[in-house]
């Protein structure tokens, strides 16, 4: 009995010690806890959903593993099934009650504008991946909110400016009919107008849809060479089904402006070999992408798509910037991810802007052709690398009150 | 030439287009109507129904190698025994109870198929070849009509029409209205009633599995496909009159075709265009277009 006293008396004195030593990190209630909210079952659930969960826990466990931190961390997680109102409820929930530190993904861009607004009353972090619009970074934009894997400003970017290019002058859309929808059309449109290109229409869907054929057949009627899809999900799959099936495609060619890999993984490559797209992240790009991707795939037996990657790198960036500010306090931590600049696999070089985005390189993808894939999950060309700072909103045109003019 | 400004050839394209989603809808909601016709049941589960079969049509190319052609005899069958299966383990104890406990359950079921196909498959799904006898289409002029949407809507109006026959002029269908009306008569006369009702929602459920495998190539096979569906649906059975056989296939049709004209007028309105006639027809004629006051 007496030993057994003892031992535990050392197991205390030992545990006790990286708490004494002069760089503890002062951690409230003694724990770092991450929320991951996001659609665990609904329309986004393979792009984000229990993949951004298992990401999280694995930048977790690597943090651990290789920062030896002197603080507790905890994943915990909530579906918030693309409701705002759900969503600023848990998020406030999990603040007053759980102690929850930041909260991670946010996919839905309604979702992360109310949820990030709850947080920085709180004064505690969201790391937003799911999520695209600009408005995160833009008018809505506040100090502890960090916009991570990509928007609707970087989108087009790669893929209009591409196709006109080509000789894709004349656009015309199919656009979901709300908030993100008109946003993605918007500055497509004014890439395509930039880059010598014309806009000829568009057409809006209810959103959901599932059958685009008359959309589809105003835009064959119309007679522009590209029709761009200012839609996500189902929707933008559907489209791309039927306007095979029409035979609109290939004579008129298709942009999708939203597309994750989990999109393309579904259709096949024979019913999106040769379409442009523009991604945050690639897992077949080079060692390193590889090297975390398949370790993802064993646990998920899927490839990640750029928000479930962009997941993992905000949560590690987050946790590093805790233990060099040696605090988990929000505007502590935030200081520290903008200084600090983000090097993992999915960004080199990156940084956090003063408006909350991270600005990393985005890739311009062709999906391969059947006969070019030649194992699973091989199916984009990386056709360019674009520079962050050419893919994101200069700080000089943004509509942030944080940005100093 | 134009009207209202649109183009009558676009205008046309458009209106087939609409009578081949208004295929869709009547074969589904006669299923529905069939059902409660008979059976009084409002069966929720049409729509995860429907997408079973779009999934069994699925498993079947891609794991057993069954081709499309099978696949539109057998999953009715096998979708079709399913549905026969509850019927007999869940539905024959509710009909002495109200609709709602129907409506609950069916309701109920449907959330758990569609979350076991979202467990096993993920939300995006899976794509569903074209046949290749299908594939290709008709030069039609004003638009290009792909053959496999003239099959479909070739095949909805055979079924439909031949589900109307059998019920309405055949003695099978008067032994199935006559069990509607008075089901202890009816059995007084020799009649196994249980089997009937059992076989006759065997029969609505294989419907909906056939317009499943139908859609398949058309849509993307994910496990929501019936939910975005049925309540549309609904409205369709509703308007046409509760339970009207005829009413259900004229009104899926011809709902089709207000919905494409919708779409060329004013596209955003397009989803809710069906409800606000819903809405219209309801207060006008409570008992829907086709249906009898009772």
């Known amino acids: 009995m007496k030993r057994k006293i003892l031992g535990s008396a050392i197991a205390a004195t030992v545990a006790m010690a990286p708490a004494l030593s002069p760089a503890a990190t002062t951690v409230s209630d003694g724990i770092v806890k991450l929320g991951v909210l996001t659609d665990m079952s609904g329309t986004y659930s393979d792009l984000s959903g229990p993949g951004a969960l298992e990401a999280t826990k694995m930048a977790v466990e690597d943090f651990v593993a290789k920062e030896k931190p002197d603080f507790k961390i905890e994943v915990i997680s909530a579906d918030h099934q693309n409701k705002a109102d759900i969503s600023a409820n848990k998020a406030r929930e999990w603040f007053d009650t759980q102690k929850v ?132 999900g189902a929707d933008t799959i559907n489209s791309i089904k039927q306007a095979k099936e029409f035979g609109i495609t290939p004579k008129q060619s298709l942009a999708g402006l939203l597309m994750f890999i989990s999109d393309v993984h579904s259709l096949g490559l024979e019913a999106t070999a040769g379409m442009y797209l523009t991604t945050g992240f690639y897992w077949d790009r080079n060692d390193e992408t590889r090297a975390w991707s398949k370790r993802y795939f064993e646990k998920m037996k899927r490839m990640p798509t750029m928000v479930q990657a962009g997941d993992y790198s905000a949560t590690y960036h987050y946790l590093k910037a805790i233990k060099a500010a040696g605090t988990d306090e929000a505007k502590a931590v935030m200081a520290k991810m903008r200084e600090m600049p983000v090097n993992d696999f999915f960004a080199k070089n990156g940084k956090v802007r003063v408006d909350g985005r991270m600005v990393h390189d985005m890739y311009l993808a062709q999906v391969k052709k059947p006969s070019e894939s030649k194992y699973p999950w091989d199916y984009y060309h990386i056709r360019e690398v674009i520079p962050g700072d050419e893919a994101y909103i200069p700080l000089a045109e943004s509509k942030c009150p944080l940005v100093k003019k | 030439m134009d009207i209202f400004g649109i183009p009558i050839q676009a205008l046309m394209g458009q209106l087939l287009i609409g009578l081949i989603n208004g295929s869709f809808y009547a074969i589904l909601s006669l299923g529905l109507a069939i059902i409660f016709g008979l059976l009084n049941i409002i069966n929720f589960a049409h729509g995860a129904l429907y997408m079973t079969g779009a999934f069994c ?93 003239a099959w479909v ?64 190539p058309v849509f993307q096979v994910n496990p929501v496909m019936g939910s975005n569906l049925i309540i549309v649906v609904f409205a369709v059975v509703v308007i046409g009159g509760m339970g009207s056989i005829m009413g259900s296939i004229v009104t899926g049709l011809g709902l089709g075709l207000i919905e494409g004209l919708t779409r060329v007028f004013y596209p955003e309105a397009s989803a809710v265009v069906i409800f606000v006639i819903m809405g219209i027809v309801l207060l006008l004629r409570p008992a829907g277009l086709f249906g009898r006051e009772r």
């Open chain 1, 101 to 232: 530190d930041a909260i991670v993904d946010l996919v839905t861009t309604s979702t992360a504008l109310a949820v990030m607004k709850v947080a920085n009353e709180k004064n505690r972090v969201s790391l937003v991946s799911g999520a695209g619009s600009t408005p995160i970074t833009n008018e809505q934009c506040n100090d502890t909110t960090v916009h991570w894997a990509y928007d609707t400003y970087a989108l087009p970017v790669g893929t209009a400016k591409a196709v006109v290019k080509q000789g894709g002058k004349n656009w015309y859309f199919i656009t979901a009919d709300y908030a993100f929808g008109h946003s993605l059309e918007k500055n497509t449109s004014d890439v395509v107008t930039k880059s010598g290109g014309k806009v000829l229409g568009s057409v809006r869907h209810p959103f959901p849809g599932s059958d685009f054929s008359s959309f589809l057949l105003s835009a064959q009627a119309s007679g522009a060479q590209v029709i761009g899809l200012a839609n996500a």
């Open chain 2, 57 to 149: 049509a699925w498993i079947g190319l891609t794991w057993l190698g069954l081709n499309y052609w099978v696949a539109l005899i057998a999953v009715p069958v096998v979708v079709g025994a399913l549905g026969m299966l509850i019927e007999r383990t869940m539905l024959k104890h509710l009909y002495q109870l109200d609709h709602l406990y129907g409506l609950l359950l069916t309701f109920g079921l449907a959330l758990i198929i569609e979350g076991l196909f979202r467990y096993r498959f993920g939300i995006s799904g899976e794509s569903y070849p074209v046949p290749e006898l299908l594939s290709g289409g008709f030069n039609l002029g004003f638009m290009f009509l792909p053959k496999y949407r």
């Open chain 2, 153 to 216: 809507v070739a095949v909805s109006l055979v079924v439909c029409f031949g589900s109307w026959f059998i019920i309405e002029r055949t003695k099978l269908g008067s032994y199935l209205r006559a069990g509607t009306e008075n089901p202890q008569l009816l059995q007084a006369f020799g009649i196994n009633v249980p089997l009937m009702i059992t076989l006759t929602y065997g029969f609505g459920v294989a419907l909906a599995a056939l317009a499943g495998v139908l859609a398949a």
